[in-house]
């Protein structure tokens, strides 16, 4: 089944491995087109690992890159962007932001590091089996590093906001990785 098939004609719909229930279609209201979801435990907490497809354009739809990371999560259900965490986020307001603009979850004792790109790519690597995502200045995994003042209508004025995007931009196919949190 395709993203938003119509099952049974009962209202049901698919997502990747989301399922939704609703008549209304479901519509990304963020930039990033999902490719694949899972579910995966990292340093003992539960992310969604998910496999996105750049827009060519390199524009976010809502105009503000970290506030589509959001949507995101969102879209995919009780999910939320995340990064980096405590203790780096009650240090620096540059980082709190994150936080207390785009519902980042601070909560996750520094598992993924700030900069959270290397732990991310680790994450999902091993949520999808792969060892295709990358971390650092030219990978293609990101979460929130620092938001104040980076988050920005375009991906390429955004990677150090969602770090690290630079090595998904210069690639024809535009794949990155990323996580969210579940809620709660």
């Not at 995340?82 to 203790?87: A, H, K, L, R």
Request: net charge neutral; aromatic share 12%.
């Amino acid at each position: 089944m395709a993203f938003g098939d119509l099952d049974d004609g009962g209202g049901y719909y698919q997502i990747s491995n989301l399922h939704c229930y609703g008549r209304q279609s479901i519509d990304n209201p963020s930039a990033f087109e999902v490719i694949e979801t899972k579910t995966t435990t990292y340093n003992g907490y539960s992310f969604l690992a998910v496999k996105v497809r750049l827009p060519s354009d390199g524009v976010c739809k809502t105009g503000d890159c970290c506030r589509d990371y959001q949507r995101l999560c969102e879209y995919l259900g009780n999910y939320r962007p995340t990064g980096c965490s405590q203790p780096h986020i009650s240090t620096n307001w540059d980082r709190r932001q994150c936080y207390s603009y785009y519902n980042s979850d601070q909560n996750i004792n520094d598992k993924l590091s700030c900069n959270p790109s290397n732990n991310v790519a680790s994450a999902v690597n091993a949520a999808f089996g792969i060892s295709s995502a990358t971390g650092g200045g030219s990978g293609n995994s990101f979460g929130f590093h620092v938001c104040n003042g980076y988050c920005k209508s375009t991906l390429s004025a955004s990677v150090t906001a969602l770090s690290y995007l630079t090595g998904a931009l210069s690639t024809a196919d535009r794949i990155a990785y990323t996580l969210c949190r579940p809620l709660g």
